[in-house]
């Protein structure tokens, strides 16, 4: 069992705010006209997620990502602005700038603490940021 504080500590050595929890969802990634769709992520934080592909967009490309809960008909969908921020030969991190909408932010969540080893854990990080921006 990993503690809070064990969390806490690891955090401050690889300078994350949010824990990443291993999660394969499909992903639709739009960037101007170009799309890249039905790629799985590896993780997904708060903040951010990975996505396993061949295909690739440039480093600081802005982008619209959609994160299908239960496949592409599913109307359960995470809807978030983004950019890449780092591009490796198995994939491409992304950035969240911005969550749209109240129902893409709980289903995000509750996507993290479902999956979350110790969802205890989430909830404090949770309660440190009001959505993706932490608390003054």
């Known amino acids: 069992m990993i503690l ?3 969390r806490t500590m690891k ?3 690889n ?3 949010f824990t990443r929890v291993p999660v394969n969802m499909e992903v639709e990634v739009v960037a101007g006209k170009s799309t890249i769709l039905g790629h799985l ?3 997904v ?3 951010g997620l990975f996505l396993t592909s061949e295909e690739k967009f440039p480093t600081g490309t802005d982008c619209h990502l959609t994160i299908f809960l239960g496949g592409r008909k599913s109307r359960q969908r995470i809807k978030l602005k983004g950019k890449v921020v780092r591009v490796e030969k198995r994939g491409m991190a992304f950035a969240f700038q911005e969550i749209r ?3 893409s932010f709980a289903h995000l969540r509750t996507l993290i603490l479902y999956n979350s080893p110790e969802a205890r ?3 404090k990080e949770f309660k440190a940021h009001l959505g993706i ?4």
Do not use: P
């Open 45 to 47: 934080s708060l903040n």
């Open 121 to 123: 854990c989430m909830e």
């Open 15 to 17: 300078q994350r705010e």
């Open 4 to 6: 809070c504080e064990d």
């Open 11 to 13: 955090k401050q050595l």
């Open 133 to 136: 921006k932490r608390r003054k």
């Open 41 to 43: 992520t590896k993780d």
């Open 101 to 103: 909408g109240s129902d």
